[in-house]
């Protein structure tokens, strides 16, 4: 379980102070951390943090001091019983409406999760997931893919194959004159609740913050707090293009009608509108926090 922690330092000061790197010279954000946010730490190193922001006022990721002299400025958060229990894998999920009388009698009497069973379970990594991602339902007709991506900057293209009763249901439906009679894809068209890897990919150095497809699914986009916007051709993983900014891209998106041009959200809470062929800035906009969805 990831470890959090909570600022508690910086109340006269509007925050505490974030940097860019690890090192105490390294160059300040122009944001604070706010007194009460909660972070994620990403890295540890003697007193400084390299945390991931989930709550609270500041910047979406960067480095703090958890102390300073006597002065303590961060604490570590301790997971409540309650949700040390949410998280354990034997109850899978818990009911978040109150619902019937019978499913208030199944919950007192501890059969809540009767009711709830993983169909099929996928460890790839030790690596937390950040993001995950379906490609469309009619784009292919034996599988659907699943793009997933984690902390350590990994990222997983699968082929979720159809079961039985979802072949007979699609069997109406029209698909894209696309070859599905890959290898991978013959060898299992005979057990569709297999789940297979597509392509892997590499290139992040940091944790994904955001992903999804184009419009046909050629290509996969990726953003990270190594402060950069990927693109990756879906089929042979390869990295077709890299777009750097000045600070952690916590999302980016297609324009809706033209996949030549993407907006891109950075933590120092600048849009960027950005042609997809030259990378050249069609227009920016400065907005009053940052962008993370």
């Known amino acids: 379980m ?10 006269t000061k509007g925050g505490i102070v974030v940097r860019e790197g690890k090192a105490l010279t390294s160059k300040p954000l122009p944001d604070r951390l706010a007194t009460g946010a909660v972070v994620e730490e990403l890295e540890f190193a003697g007193v400084r943090l390299h945390f991931l922001k989930l709550s609270g006022a500041g910047p979406a990721t960067g480095w703090v001091s958890i102390a300073v002299e006597d002065t303590t400025l961060l604490s570590r958060k301790v997971a409540s019983p309650s949700t040390v229990s949410a998280q354990c894998p034997e109850q899978v999920l818990r009911p978040s409406l109150k619902g019937t009388r019978a499913l208030e009698s199944q919950r007192s009497g501890g059969d809540f999760a009767s009711d709830l069973t993983p169909v099929q379970e996928l460890q790839d990594s030790e690596s937390a997931v950040t993001c995950i991602v379906f490609g469309q339902e009619r784009q292919h007709k034996t599988y659907v893919l699943l793009a997933t991506a984690c902390k350590d900057g990994t990222v997983v293209v699968y082929r979720c194959f159809r079961t039985e009763m979802e072949m007979q249901m699609c069997a109406e439906m029209e698909f894209p004159p696309v070859d599905d009679c890959t290898p991978s894809s013959q060898a299992n068209q005979n057990d569709h ?7 892997r990919l590499v290139g992040h150095s940091r944790a994904i913050t955001s992903i999804f497809f184009s419009m046909i699914e050629d290509q996969l986009v990726t953003t990270s707090i190594d402060k950069s916007v990927r693109f990756w051709s879906v089929d042979s993983g390869e990295m077709l293009k890299v777009f750097t900014d000045s600070s952690p891209v916590p999302v980016a998106q297609f324009l809706p009608c033209n996949s030549q041009v993407f907006v891109a959200a950075n933590s120092n809470a600048v849009l960027r509108l950005v042609n997809v062929a030259n990378g050249m800035v069609l227009q920016k906009l400065k907005v009053e926090t940052e962008v993370r969805a």
């Open 193 to 199: 609740s297999n789940i297979s890897v597509h392509q």
């Open 2 to 11: 990831s470890q959090h922690w909570e600022v508690i330092g910086g109340t």
